[in-house]
Every structure is written in C-alpha cells, then in structure tokens.
C-alpha cells in the first residue's frame, strides 16, 4: 500500500457519491489505479452497504471490498451548507461518480448542469438501473432486474430448462466498468478539449452490450439463440463431461483437434476415421453417442487426470474451478497475484480481487483499507478545502457533515 | 456514421493486430469513440472469424458485428519487410493491441520492448487467455476456459445442479472490456508523463474479477457460494416465480415491501402480520410456502400483467426478456437507442449493438462499416506511409500486404 508510487490517475481526485456496488465497485478500481477518490456519505449511517453482511469484527466485508482506496467524509447534501460544501468539493475535482435514481440530483439541485457552472472541466458519471431518461427510467433497479431485462438470462441454463441468472451481479461489475470506461475516456477528451461533460451508463443498457454476439445472430436470422447449457449445438465434443469424480470442460471442436483425441488420449484412432465422427457436422448428428464415448474413457480417471491428459496432448481442456481452488491456485493466486492482502483497520489482514489489469510502467495494487464513517472530515475539509477546526466542529454540530 | 462529429479519440490511432472476439471487440468499441483503428491482416486469408458463421450475403455477420469502424490492411509480420513496415505504423501510431498467443509476437522479434526502441510513447496492450506469465501462460484458451477456471460456472446454475457457463462469451467480453480500460488509463498516464507502457489483461483474471463480491464470501466465511438458481438462500420473496404463461422477477426483500405486497397486490393484508412471514428471516425460513402463496397468485395473470402490478405498487418486478423483445422495446431499441444501424458494403442495413455509455459533449455511434480484407492498403501504405503506388504492387506481388 505505496501511496508514494508511480500510478496512472494519481493527478485525479474523484468526488464519489455512489453507495452499495457499482459505483462503489467503479471508483475503488479507479483508487487502485491511484486516483484520489473522496467517498462523500450520508452523516451518521452513511452508504447503506456498510450494513451488508457477512461481518468481520463488526464491519461489512462486502463494504471493505468495493471501498478500499477511498477517504470518507460525511455530508448531508439537502442542508444548503451542504450543497455549497459539495460545490467547494467540485471545484477542487475531476470526476463526480454518483448512482442514486435519476432524479435525485436534480431534486438537490445539484445536477450535472449546475454543477458544471462552478467547474466546467468537471467530468459527471452516472450509473443507474436503466439510465436517466426513457419510459424505465424511474423503475427500480436490482442487479437481478438488469440481468431479467439485458437478456443474458434468456440465454443461461440447461437446454429445455428455465432461464437462469449469473451467479455474481454482473449487471452492477458490468455497470461499473462502463463507469471507469466512460470516464477514462471523458478525461482524454478534456485533455484535448479543456471541457468536461456528463457521462452516464446503465446496469440494463451494460447487460444488453454483454450480448452482442447473441444479439446479432438473431438480428441476422431472426431467431433467439436457445438456452443448451454447457454445449454448443454447432460443435462437439465442446463443453462438459463427466469423469469419475466431477464434471471438466473440452473443448475439441477441429477436426484434426478430434482425431489427435481419438489417436492420443481414447487410443481408439478407428474412430477419427468413422464417418459418424469424422467431420464437426457428422459428429453434431451424433452428439450423445460421442458424449457417449468420451464419458465411458474418462470414468476411469479424475477431472484433474483427464484435464491433464488432454492439455498434454494439446487438446483446450479445463477444470471447473471454485474460488476455493483459485485462491490456492500457483497460476492465478501465486503468479498473477488476483488476490492482495490490504491491512484493514478493527480487522487485520484482508483478502481482496484485484484489477486484473498489468501496467508496466506504473503500479496497480490497493493503496488504502477502507475509511471508516468520516474517518477523513478534517483532512479534507480541513487540508483540502481549509476551513478551521472552529468551522469544521460548528458543521458537525448542526449535522452538515 | 458522420466521421467529422466531435469524438472522444479522435486524436488516437491504433494498431490493431487483433483476431476473433476479445481484441477485435475492444477495437470496435474504441473506434465507436472516435480512435482511428488500423486492423493488420494476414494477407490472403485475414481474421480467421471471416469465416464464422451466421453469414449475411456470403459476408460473415460475427465479423461486422465486431468489426465495423475499422481500416483493413495486409501484412504479413514473418517477412522481413513486413516487420519493417510494422515499425512504420507503430512510429505514426499511439496504441497496439494484439491478442495472440503469448510468445507469439516475441517469436517475430515484435516485442513490446522491440517497439518501445522505435516508438516509446507507444501503448502496447495483450489481451490472451491466461496472461504473458505464470504456469498457464501456454495453455490454449477460449472463452469457455475462461469461465470455468475463472469461477463463475461454479456459482451459476441450479440449487443442486451441475455448474452452468454463462450463455454469452462472458470472458472474452470482460477480458476486451479490461483492454479497453488499461489502454484508457495508460493515455491518461502518457499524457502526464510522456512515456508509453506495455498493458496486458487475460481472459481468466477477467472472469475472476467479475466474482468480487462471491470471492469475498469465501474469504471471510471460507464457505464457497453455492449455486441456488435463480433465488438467494437469505432472502425472500427475491428471484423468478410463475405467472400464468411465463417466469417473471420480484426483488421484494424488505419487510416494508412485503407489507405492501400482500396490501396492495395480493389483497391479503394478514400475511404480512403473520409471524410465519413478517420477517426476512421468517419468509427465509418458510420459503416454499410464500412462493406458493405468489404463484397461486400470479397463476391467474400472465408475467406482463404480474409485473404491471407489482411495478404499479413500487416492488420491484420484471419480465425476462430475449432480444426479441429487447430489440423491440421503446425503452431499450426507442429512448436508449442501444441498436443503431449501419450501412455495409455487400449487405445494406445491418443492426449492431450500442457501446452502453452515453455522453453529454461528444458523439458515441458507428464510424464505419467493416472493412474488406486489405480495403485500406492504398489508404494507408500510401497515404499515411507515403508509400508510392510502384512500391505497393511490388509489396503486393511479394506477399509482405
């Protein structure tokens, strides 16, 4: 946790208003890659997902996650001190990150087009359920209704089952990496231009953009692709099997891929020259009876045994793995280094995921834990917007910040 | 497709060495913003995803749907002119991505390193399936490896059922998406310091950043997420129920909700006092008999009529849509416009899929359609090189563009 090296947005100070995961998840990204991001909360609860479980020692792991990087000061942006703080704040920053409903801002007088009269390089990002006009724009918005809506359930479950939705909120992570997308971009421009603008994404639009080589096969033949859960209608063997023990993944679509399996790892070369399996399309016609034959030569081996005789004969093969393997696992845990350790407050040493982004020339790694409540009221308000220590006790006392 | 709109990259050129999905994709949409994207072509044959079906009129629609807003030009990077003529792009070019294997580009003598000596502003960006290092490096990888090593089959699918892929190619996705911003961030940080850097991102570290909040479950309770289908095990009524012809989903978590639920839309006021299901924790614990109570319900409405209600009463609520519906909606097709339309050469009107991010001062939409192979050879060799017309044929006939 180096705030002293080199990282690629450390002349940004972001002013962060967002609560529970995608703006959250948007602006700690954008602190690991050495942004200054002030977390700006409601005084005394403040963001809502510090009451999220699972707990360690009191405080929400799900809250240390998506908000390390980040100082904490306590507003209260419907005082009209507060408004004019929140101002003062802007005027010192780049980016303003907020996702409550669309017209929240505007209520508080406090929307992008007021907010670029007192800093017109300010770049305003907003993230919400279906963005800030439309006739969805005031419905609420889980990451569960982004997926429902985006579409990537009507594509995700066994073949003749109902459509299932993504074990992790990918409407919200998708969210938010348009979030850092749109804003790295704005700030280029700024760069060439000296204007900020407003940027703005939403969970369903960013869901719907997942799709896109789904969405062009039906704008092209006018059909929508059909859930077949872990195959591909098109190509065989291609997706899971069975071994003795758990299920892994081929992928053995070529030709010449097929007759090396059969030569190499089935030892039965005969049936690379079988004219049912001889050609991708002869063996789609036969899909379970190649099923078949692949299953009865990997019952007698683990998943790890077959996985590894695939791969050595160079066949695309794989486990299915849980994050109890990943984080153990040399490749991803050791060498790619997915999973830092950051030294938090009331808790100690604490597991996170990484950007999985490299940069060779600059330092990508947490740079904070996460601030408790207002942790940061006098540092900033007193160092950064230089009000006194008198000032700053008269704004707590009248619940300002 | 108005090239002279103001764009956020105009000022941006990029070396696009990309093939198939990952790469290409993350072009595309850099190119939706403006970037002058130069896509390098094996002479003769091209981006081996020409050939991937659906094809439009002989043209393959996978590729323009990943393609468009690009230049096409030849090069073949073995031949000695042709790695010269490599270097002569990257001198007038700011960003060069590639994702092939990799050793592949050191193998050329066209290491990030080798074009950093002729160009050391340059942004050099890999995108592979495990990354340049560590044990896996070498492993081939498609999208499907991605997601079952990656984690996220193994909390997807059903309560007691076998893990399930995602039915999009989710990794190549994150992993372009991931490009996208390491190449963003890397301008930023060029522009402060003048110097380029190599950025490198991987399908798996992808895919394993996406299950940030399920990787943090098992770090503090060291408790894998299970897969519980479309329902989270501590909260309810919160997932897909049936309605009379179809699923649909409620997001009703909060005791306030529930109340108004069995008020308003159930017209059974008494459950919500009943101890069996006046609390989160009570509904968790008799799970089965609230959703048999909303199915009986719904069973006599069909999931649009069922949706309509609850969103009437503010509980969040949605139909599951394809996009058959999606690309039909006038939120989604109307006010977000998420599926503009391009013009293509051999095909006529074509509908693509929106890059998801909206912004105040500056134009986000299709610049061009996708490119013939080798279309641009003139344009470029000639025009941006200065290549004479003499000189091109004689590159031509020997096979080096």
Redesign the interface.
């Known amino acids: 946790m180096d705030q002293q090296a080199n990282r690629?947005?450390s002349?940004?100070t972001i002013i962060d208003l967002t609560r529970v995961?995608s703006g959250p998840?948007a602006t700690m990204?954008l602190g690991e890659?050495g942004a200054n991001v002030i977390k700006v909360e409601i005084p005394g609860t403040g963001d809502e997902s510090r009451k999220n479980?699972?707990f360690?020692n009191g405080i929400s792991?799900?809250f240390?996650?998506?908000n390390r990087n980040k100082r904490s000061i306590t507003l209260n942006m419907k005082s009209e001190e507060g408004k004019e703080l929140l101002k003062e704040l802007v005027k010192k920053g780049d980016v303003l990150v907020e996702n409550f409903r669309p017209d929240v801002m505007e209520r508080l007088s406090l929307s992008?087009e007021k907010l670029a009269e007192v800093n017109p390089r300010l770049i305003y990002c907003s993230i919400s359920g279906?963005?800030s006009?439309?006739?969805?724009t005031k419905?609420?918005?889980?990451d569960?209704?982004s997926q429902?809506?985006?579409?990537?359930?009507?594509?995700?479950?066994?073949k003749g089952?109902?459509?299932?939705?993504?074990?992790?909120?990918?409407g919200d992570?998708?969210g938010g990496?348009?979030?850092?997308?749109?804003i790295?971009?704005?700030?280029?421009?700024r760069?060439?231009?000296g204007?900020?603008?407003?940027?703005?994404?939403?969970l369903?639009?960013?869901v719907?953009?997942?799709?896109?080589?789904?969405?062009?096969?039906?704008?092209?033949?006018g059909k929508?692709?059909p859930?077949t859960?872990?195959h591909y209608p098109?190509n065989c063997p291609?997706?899971?099997y069975h071994a003795k023990d758990d299920?892994f993944?081929i992928?053995c679509g070529k030709d010449d891929l097929f007759a090396k399996l059969c030569e190499k790892v089935l030892e039965r070369p005969e049936l690379a020259k079988d004219e049912r399996y001889s050609t991708i399309s002869a063996r789609v016609a036969h899909y379970d009876e190649v099923g078949e034959i692949l299953e009865n030569w990997a019952a007698d081996y683990t998943a790890e045994e077959v996985v590894e005789k695939l791969?050595a004969n160079?066949i695309?093969?794989?486990?299915?793995?849980?994050?109890?393997e990943?984080?153990k696992d040399?490749?991803?845990a050791?060498?790619?280094q997915?999973?830092p350790k950051i030294d938090q407050p009331g808790v100690g040493e604490?597991?996170?995921?990484?950007?999985?982004?490299?940069?060779?020339?600059?330092e990508v790694s947490p740079q904070r834990p996460c601030p408790a409540l207002g942790e940061h009221n006098e540092e900033i308000y007193g160092g950064m917007l230089g009000l006194s220590p008198e000032k700053i006790s008269e704004l707590k006392e009248k619940g300002v910040i």
């Open positions: 690629l947005l002349d940004i995961l998840f990204w890659m479980p699972v360690v792991s799900f240390i996650t998506e992008y279906f963005g006009y439309g006739p969805y419905r609420p918005a889980y569960v209704v429902a809506m985006g579409g990537i359930m009507s594509v995700t479950g066994e089952g109902e459509p299932l939705k993504v074990g992790t909120s990918i992570i998708a990496m348009n979030a850092i997308i749109g790295l971009a704005a700030l280029h421009y760069e060439v231009t204007r900020g603008q407003r940027v703005e994404t939403s369903t639009d960013s719907i953009a997942l799709m896109q080589p789904e969405n062009n096969r039906y704008f092209v033949t929508v692709t859930r859960g872990n098109a291609y997706g899971t299920v993944m992928g791969l160079g695309p093969a794989s486990p299915i793995l849980s994050i109890a990943i984080s040399p490749h991803f050791g060498a790619r997915m999973f604490f597991t996170v995921t990484a950007v999985p982004i490299k940069f060779s020339g600059a």
